[in-house]
């Protein structure tokens, strides 16, 4: 798998770099190379070498881990003008891009005069079409609805000023190139290249986001009219569920509900049997920043929020906000008896690092709100800038069996059957009990959401949330559900009942202390971590905690994070673009452009 790994971003790196430069603009032409249409096409090596040029500038890379951030599972040292709602209209932005999709339409106006068989040119025309649907997924949530473009232009075409089109024909657009990929190209199992399984997530990834979206901005400046989204559920569910019962895929399952979960994560070679499609990496050809990621102090120190640790369930599947006293529990007890994916998802008490066998408590250098990720860790050899090489999950099937189950459930169709085959499964790996579809009303998950308060409902976004925590899954969520009021809330850190020296591992032995006068600090500074609370705003970060001798961490405590309804679902429009093009209109909210 590696050496595979090496050839075939080595590939990707040279066609995509050397061959296929050109500025990020949509009018752009490839050079009159070899690889010019009159020229090229004729193979399926061909074929096959132009398709790999699409993976790297389309995929997801590092930011499977990092965009979490900009949500409410992250608190970061320094706050996104994003999270505190002072973005203003730009002149130009890089998601405005369009060089990818002239690439892949060029790719599609050649491809037939290749001299192979129909059925290999349909296939490696579905894995172009797939990368054209993944590329206006990311316009569609960034921006709304765009022009949708199937063709190269010229420079003098009447097409590069055209309108947007109408929402519902981009997705349907979108829908039709998958449709494209999942009947041609192969089913062969492989995490490497796109296969029809690949396509098939997508279709339920893309039909569950445009779904949720036109049902929960069904009355709002954002929404489509005259349509509730069960088309595109019903979609997505179809879609999740023919890669669940003939994909031949299944959870990575070794009997150890203790470790399968994070080793998942850690795998230098993404498992074969649950990971559809995974972004790879190679010691000194391809590699990212997970571990530096959250055991850096120089990276943002991403701290998870109480909002998220809260959601994990207790170990005999009960809502946290059921254990006495919950909100007000300090860090040993907060954690015990809890879902064991909470304690590969952050440091726990007893937790040791791969490959190590010391104790170590959670960093506050490195995590601000003292819940440190664990998830994507390695070992410390890995520790460096740029030194990860564990392979990055892009699509897997535990993601496909909750695409599931959210869409029966938001179609009001979800039953004791479909929890079998869906989040059953996921539950039975971390050794939690199955999911009861008669769950009842949990206060803290009504507090957590604005539109919906469906029991049912609001129980699967519990279990999404958690199986997909930090995996870039959470700002979409939000805003396709119509919950961007979560960003505005104070985000919390871990609860501490008073200042003074703490036992983090439970083994009787104080390994933390926090005080707000440096000077009553009592104990051996070597082998305790210590925690200063900010006396003012000129410090940074400014930790207070809520009652002021006790209570939740504030990370920011003299600053506010802010998100307007009417305005935040989508990305203003660059200024450049609508001058350059009229008949494109601002996104709602941004016209005084601020």
């Known amino acids: ?332 007890q907060e954690t015990a008896n809890r879902d064991p994916r909470l304690a590969q998802t952050i440091r726990t008490p007893g937790y040791k690092r791969r490959g190590g066998t010391t104790l170590q408590i959670p960093d506050f250098k490195s995590t601000l709100t003292g819940y440190q990720c664990v998830k994507f860790v390695t070992e410390a050899e890995n520790d460096g800038n740029m030194a990860s090489t564990n392979d990055l999950p892009i699509f897997r099937l535990a993601e496909v069996m909750l695409n599931y189950a959210e869409a029966k459930a938001e179609l009001g169709n979800f039953s004791a059957a479909d929890a079998a085959i869906s989040l059953n499964p996921i539950r039975k790996r971390a050794g939690m009990p199955d999911f009861d579809i008669n769950v009842a009303s949990d206060p803290l998950l009504i507090s957590q959401y604005d539109k919906n308060h469906d029991p049912l409902i609001l129980a699967i976004r519990r279990e999404r949330r958690v199986e997909l925590a930090i995996e870039g899954f959470r700002k979409d969520d939000l805003m396709r559900w119509g919950e961007g009021q979560s960003l505005s809330k104070s985000f919390r850190g871990m609860y501490f009942s008073e200042f003074g020296n703490k036992d983090f591992n439970g083994d009787g032995m104080v390994d933390f202390g926090i005080y707000a006068d440096p000077t009553k600090v009592s104990g051996p500074v070597s082998t305790i971590q210590y925690l200063y609370l900010a006396s003012s705003p000129a410090v940074a970060p400014s930790y207070v905690l809520s009652q002021s001798d006790h209570g939740t961490l504030n990370i920011h405590p003299y600053q506010s994070r802010a998100f307007y309804e009417s305005r935040d679902y989508l990305d203003p429009m660059p200024t450049n673009e609508i001058l350059l093009n009229p008949k494109l209109t601002q996104n709602p909210g941004w016209e005084d452009g601020n």
């Open 1 to 332: 798998m590696k050496a595979n790994k090496v050839i075939i971003n080595m590939l990707i790196l040279a066609i995509g770099t050397l061959v296929f430069a050109c500025n990020d603009k949509f009018m752009d032409r490839y050079p009159e190379t070899q690889m010019s249409g009159e020229a090229f096409f004729n193979s399926e090596s061909d074929l096959k070498q132009y398709c790999n040029s699409f993976y790297s500038p389309i995929l997801p890379g590092a930011n499977i881990y990092t965009d979490d951030n900009n949500s409410d599972n992250v608190d970061m040292s320094t706050l996104s003008e994003e999270m505190t709602g002072t973005r203003t209209v730009p002149s130009t932005s890089g998601a405005w891009g369009w060089g990818d999709l002239r690439n892949i339409n060029y790719f599609l106006e050649h491809y037939n005069k290749a001299a192979i068989s129909d059925t290999l040119k349909n296939h490696y025309a579905g894995v172009a079409r797939f990368f054209r649907a993944f590329f206006y997924f990311n316009k569609l949530k960034t921006f709304g609805a765009v022009p949708w473009y199937s063709s190269t232009l010229g420079t003098t075409s009447d097409d590069l000023y055209k309108a947007r089109d109408p929402r519902n024909v981009v997705v349907d657009s979108i829908v039709a190139d998958l449709d494209f990929a999942i009947r041609w190209v192969s089913r062969t199992h492989t995490n490497t290249y796109i296969t029809r399984w690949a396509a098939l997530v997508l279709k339920s990834r893309i039909c569950l986001y445009e779904g949720t979206w036109e049902k929960y901005h069904s009355e709002d400046a954002f929404g489509v009219s005259g349509s509730d989204g069960s088309n595109y559920l019903r979609l997505a569910a179809d879609a999740a569920y023919e890669v669940m019962i003939n994909g031949g895929y299944s959870l990575y399952n070794t009997g150890k509900p203790t470790q399968d979960y994070g080793d998942l994560f850690a795998m230098e070679s993404a498992d074969l049997g649950e990971v559809i499609l995974a972004r790879e990496y190679v010691t000194g050809l391809a590699a990212h920043n997970s571990n530096a990621q959250f055991i850096s102090a120089t990276l943002g120190n991403p701290g998870l929020t109480k909002d998220l640790i809260e959601s994990y369930l207790t170990k005999d599947g009960l809502p946290f906000s059921l254990v006495s006293n919950y909100n007000v529990l300090e860090f040993p």
